[in-house]
C-alpha cells in the first residue's frame, strides 16, 4: 500500500507541474519571434556565471549569503531526494547506507549542515521583510498577494528543513535503540553531523511507538512538501529557480547602450537613403511590416521580454537603482515586469478558454501600465544592469513608448519640438541645415 500511495504521489506531482510547464511555455511562445541562437560559447558562459555562479547576486554582499545558503541547500539536498524515490518504490528504508558507508554518512551530515543555514537565511529574509522592512521588500506593487508569496514560500522552507529534522532526529534515537529500518537490529549511531544531537535531546524520551510514527511523518511530509513546492513555483515569483538558466543564457549579449531598430523602419530608411533601391519595391522577407509599430498588449512583445517576465523574482534591485524611482517618478521597473506576468497570465488563459481570438478589450499599456511610468524612464539600464539573472525591463519600456508614438502620435510636450526639428531640419535643433556650419565664422 506505501509504494502505490507513494506511487501516485510522484505521477500525479509530475503529471500536473508537467501541465503548468506546459502551460507557461504556450503563454512565452505567445510573443514574436527573436533569434537568439548566435554565440551559443558566450551565451553558456553568460549562464555559467550569472545563473549558476550567482555572480551579480554579489553587488550586494550580504542578501547574496543568505541567498547563497538557500542557492546550495536547494541544489545539494536534491541528492537525498534520489534516495527518497528508491526507497518509495522498493518500500526500503535508507537503502544506500549499507553500500555508501562512510559516504553516506559524510552527505547527509553535509545536507544537514546546509539545512541549517538555510533555516538561518530564511528566518534572515522573513525578518528582512516583515520586521526591519527593507524599502525595496516594500514597496506599493508588493502589496497583496506578493508579499504573501513571498513570505508563505520561507515559511514552505522552514517546514521543509522541520520535516527534515523530524525524519532524521527521530530515526537516529531508533537506530540507537535497535528498531530503525535501516539498523537490521544493531544498536549503533548514524553520526549525522546535527541529528546526532538534536535527535536524542529532542525525541530521547519519547516511546518506540511515537518515534516511529514521528519518522514516518518527517519522511511522508518531506516529500509531500517537495511536491507541494515544485507544483507551486509556477505560480510564484520563485519560479526563476528553474527559468534563471534559460533566460540568462538567452540574455542579449548586445551593449546595453545599444537599442533595437524596427526592421521594416530600417529599410524604408534605407530606401531613402540609397537611391538605387526602387522606393516603391514590396518589402524583402526580412524586413515584413509589422501588424504594429512597437508594443501595446504582451503579443506586440518578443518571447524573451516574456520569458524576462516569468524569471522576474521581484528582489527590487532594479527599481532601488532606478534614478526615476529615486526621484519620486511613478516609474518601477521590478512593476512593469509584474504587470507584464499578470497580463500574460490573463491572456493565455483567455486564449486557452476561448481559443486565439480571444480579446477582453484590455491591454498592458494603459490598463497595466501607465504612459506616465514608461516616459519617466532615462533609459540609463540601470535595472538591467543591477537585475541578477539578467531580465531587460528597458526593451519592454521602449517598445511601449514605440506604439504611443508611431500609432498614436502621442508623447510628453518636450518631446514635440525635438522630434518636429528631426523631421522638418534633420537635427534636434530649431535651425536649418544650411546654417549649421555657420559657427565657423564666430
Not at 524604408?268 to 514590396?282: G, R, Y
Not at 497570465?345 to 494603459?366: A, M, W
Not at 539578467?390 to 514635440?416: C, G, Q
Request: charged content about 20%; glycine content about 8%.
Amino acid at each position: 500500500m506505501a509504494i502505490v500511495i507513494f506511487s501516485l504521489l510522484v505521477v500525479g506531482g509530475f503529471y500536473f507541474f508537467t501541465k503548468n510547464i506546459l502551460q507557461v511555455r504556450s503563454n512565452i511562445l505567445l510573443g514574436r519571434e527573436i533569434d537568439r541562437s548566435d554565440n551559443a560559447a558566450e551565451r553558456w558562459k553568460t549562464m555559467a556565471l550569472v545563473a549558476l555562479g550567482q555572480k551579480k547576486m554579489f553587488t550586494r554582499p550580504l542578501p547574496a549569503l543568505l541567498h547563497l545558503c538557500l542557492y546550495a541547500a536547494f541544489i545539494i539536498t536534491q541528492i537525498e531526494l534520489i534516495e527518497i524515490f528508491a526507497d518509495g518504490f522498493s518500500n526500503s528504508h535508507r537503502l544506500f547506507k549499507g553500500a555508501l558507508g562512510g559516504f553516506y554518512t559524510f552527505m547527509i551530515s553535509f545536507i544537514e549542515i546546509l539545512s541549517v543555514l538555510a533555516l538561518l537565511a530564511t528566518v534572515a529574509f522573513l525578518s528582512r521583510r516583515n520586521l526591519l522592512k527593507l524599502p525595496r521588500l516594500n514597496m506599493k506593487e508588493l502589496a497583496g498577494w506578493p508579499k504573501k508569496d513571498a513570505n508563505l514560500i520561507l515559511i514552505m522552507e522552514i517546514v521543509l528543513v522541520t520535516f527534515i529534522f523530524m525524519m532524521n532526529g527521530a530515526d537516529e534515537v531508533l537506530f540507537n535503540r535497535g528498531l530503525s529500518h535501516a539498523a537490521h537490529g544493531v544498536k549503533d549511531t548514524f553520526g549525522f553531523s546535527i541529528s546526532s544531537c538534536v535527535g536524542p535531546a529532542l525525541f530521547g524520551n519519547f516511546s518506540d511507538g511515537a518515534l516511529m510514527v514521528i519518522e514516518r511523518i518527517g519522511w511522508w511530509g518531506h516529500l509531500v512538501m517537495v511536491f507541494t513546492f515544485l507544483n507551486y513555483l509556477p505560480y510564484s515569483k520563485h519560479f526563476h529557480i528553474v527559468l534563471a538558466f534559460p533566460n540568462t543564457y538567452y540574455s542579449n549579449l548586445e551593449k546595453k547602450g545599444r537599442l533595437t531598430n524596427l526592421a521594416s523602419v530600417t529599410e524604408e530608411v534605407k530606401k531613402m537613403m540609397d537611391p538605387s533601391i526602387d522606393p516603391f519595391a514590396a518589402p524583402t522577407g526580412e524586413a515584413e511590416a509589422p501588424m504594429r509599430f512597437g508594443a501595446k498588449d504582451v503579443t506586440d512583445l518578443t518571447w524573451k521580454n516574456l520569458l524576462d517576465a516569468y524569471t522576474c523574482t521581484e528582489c527590487g534591485r532594479c527599481t532601488s537603482s532606478c534614478p526615476a524611482n529615486q526621484t519620486g517618478k511613478l516609474l518601477s521597473p521590478r512593476k512593469i515586469m509584474m504587470d507584464t506576468r499578470d497580463r500574460l497570465v490573463e491572456v493565455g488563459e483567455g486564449i486557452r478558454k476561448n481559443g486565439k481570438d480571444f480579446t477582453d478589450g484590455k491591454s498592458l499599456l494603459g490598463d497595466y501600465i501607465t504612459e506616465e511610468e514608461i516616459w519617466a524612464c532615462t533609459s540609463c539600464n540601470a535595472c538591467v544592469q543591477e537585475c541578477p539573472v539578467n531580465i531587460d525591463p528597458l526593451s519592454i519600456i521602449v517598445d511601449l513608448r514605440r506604439y504611443l508614438v508611431m500609432e498614436e502620435s502621442k508623447m510628453p510636450t518636450e518631446l514635440t519640438g525635438m522630434m518636429s526639428n528631426i523631421e522638418n531640419n534633420g537635427a534636434p535643433w530649431q535651425f536649418s541645415p544650411a546654417d549649421r556650419g555657420n559657427w565657423i565664422n564666430e
